[in-house]
C-alpha cells in the first residue's frame, strides 16, 4: 500500500531533507510543495549563508583598522557587497531549487509552486486543489519576531534581512534585540556602514548560553573594538517617530523601578529573534495549537500524530544544521509510525557558532557549560585559557579573547568547551567529534607542530590533563 507524504516547504534545509530521505521509498508517493520566488531556502537567502557574505566585509577593514603595520582605512563599498552577495546566493539558491526539480523528476514525486494552506486535518488546498495526505510535515521555517511593543505599528524598521539588501544607512541607529542575530549584525553596521549604534540588552550582558566570562568579554570587545553604546539591564517601553523621519525609543533601565531615558536615532533595527512562520497555514482547520510544546522531540505534532513539524517551524533550535538533522529523523519516524514503530526522538550535542565580532572574534560552544555543570552538583574540572597566553594570536592582530575547556574529573571525559577568539567557529568541528566519541581529555593528541591558532585547544588539553592526574 502506498503512502501519500505532503510536505510544505520543500525549497527549506527541513523540507529538502525530508524529501530526499522519502524519495527513495518504493512505496511511497511525494507531494512538494513551496511557494518561494524564486525559492532556495530562508537560510540560503536571507539567512546563515548571505549574513557571512557581507560580514566578511566589514571583517576585512575591521582587521586592518586594527593591524598598526598597514597605513589607512579603506572605505567599504557597498553596493560591491551587496552585488557579489546577490551573485554568490543566487548560485546558492539555484543549487538547491535544482536539488528540488531533480526530486520532482522521479515518477513518484510531484512539485507544486504555490502556497499551501489546510483545509483539514490531512487536506491541503493549493490554489483550487485539494489533496489528501496520509502524512502531513509542514517545514515551512521562521520569520522576524517583531515584539508586542506600544508605537511599534507607526514606525519604521529594518530587519537583519533588511541589511543584507541595504546599499546605503544612516547615520545613527537604534537596535533591538542582542542575541545571535543582533551579535552578527551589530558589527557590520558599526564597521561597514560606520553607523553609531545604540543598543539595547535586557540583561548584565549579551550571549544568555555562555558562562559570564565569555559574556563580560563579548561585551567588552563590542564596546571597545567596535565602539557601540550597549544599554545593559534596559528594557523597552514604547518606540515613537521623530519629526525628521527618525525614530524615538523610551527605554527604562536597571529594573522596574529604574530611571527612565530616551533614545533617538535615524533608524529602528529589529534583531529580536525569530519565530515559526505558521500564519496563514489554516491551522484552525486541524487540530494543531502552536504554542510551548505543540511539537515533540520526535517532530511529531502533539495534537495529530500524522502531522510532523520540522526544522524552524516548529520553535525548537532555528539552526541550519538543527533543521537538516531534523529534516532526516522526520522522514525516519514517519515510515516508523506508518509500521506502527516507536518513534525516535531528537538528540544532538549543543552545537552552536555565532559569528560575533565580524567573524574576528566568533563564539562557539561544544557541548555543556561550567554554569550548567555547577548547577547540576557535578563533579568537573574547568580549565580557561587567555587567547594572549599565545602569541600566535597577537602575531595574527587578533589579541583578545578566551576559551574553556570542562571535563568530568572522575574519568577525564570531555564534556564541553567554548571558545571567543579568532578561528573559535573552525575549532568546533574538532570539539564536536571529541565531546561526542566521548573521549578522555588525556587521549587528546597533543600535536600543534607549527604556531597556529589551535595551540589555544593544545593549551587547554594539557592543563586538564594535569590537572586530573
Known sequence: MTTHVVIIGAYGSAGVAV????????????????????GGGLCILKGCM????ILSAGEHRFQARHDHRIEGVPDVDLESVVATKDDHIGNFAEHRRAAVRELADRENVEFVHRTARFVDDHTVAVGDREIEADYVVVATGSSVNVPDLNGMDEVDYTTSADVLDATEFPDS????????????????????????????????????EADE??????????????????????????VEPT????????????????????????????????RPTVDGLGLENTPLEPEHGWVGDTMQARDDDRIFVAGDANGHE????????????????????????????????????????LGVYP??????????LAAEDRDYVAVTREASDDGVFATKAVPRGLAKLVVDADDGTVLGYQGLH??????????????????????????????????????LVREASERLD
Open 19 to 38: 524529501a530526499q530521505k522519502l524519495a527513495d521509498e518504493k512505496d511511497v508517493t511525494l507531494t512538494l510543495i513551496d511557494d518561494g520566488e524564486p
Open 173 to 208: 541607529g537604534v537596535v533591538m534585540g542582542f542575541g545571535y542575530v543582533g551579535l552578527e549584525m551589530v558589527p557590520y553596521l558599526s564597521e561597514a556602514a560606520e553607523m553609531d549604534l545604540t543598543v539595547i540588552e535586557h540583561d548584565d550582558y549579551p550571549l544568555d
Open 363 to 372: 563564539f562557539a560552544r561544544v557541548g555543556t557549560s561550567e554554569e550548567v
Open 243 to 274: 519629526d525628521d523621519g527618525g525614530v524615538r525609543l523610551h527605554v527604562e533601565r536597571g529594573g522596574s523601578d529604574g530611571r527612565r531615558e530616551t533614545v533617538e536615532a535615524d533608524e529602528l533595527f529589529l534583531f529580536t529573534g525569530r
Open 422 to 459: 579568532y578561528h573559535a567557529d573552525a575549532m568546533a568541528k574538532t570539539m564536536q567529534v571529541i565531546v561526542e566519541t566521548g573521549m578522555d581529555v588525556r587521549e587528546v593528541p597533543d600535536r600543534a607542530y607549527h604556531p597556529t591558532t589551535p595551540e589555544i585547544l593544545d593549551g
Open 50 to 53: 548571505p549574513s557571512k557574505e
Open 318 to 357: 532555528p539552526i541550519l544544521h538543527v533543521a537538516k538533522e531534523q529534516g532526516f529523523l522526520t522522514a525516519e519516524n514517519v515510515l516508523r509510525h506508518r509500521e506502527g514503530e516507536q518513534l525516535k526522538p531528537y538528540r544532538n550535542t549543543h552545537h552552536h557558532v555565532i559569528f560575533s565580532g
Open 213 to 238: 566570562e565569555f559574556r563580560a568579554a563579548m561585551l567588552d570587545i563590542y564596546r571597545e573594538e567596535f565602539d557601540v553604546d550597549v544599554l545593559t539591564d534596559t528594557y523597552e517601553q514604547s
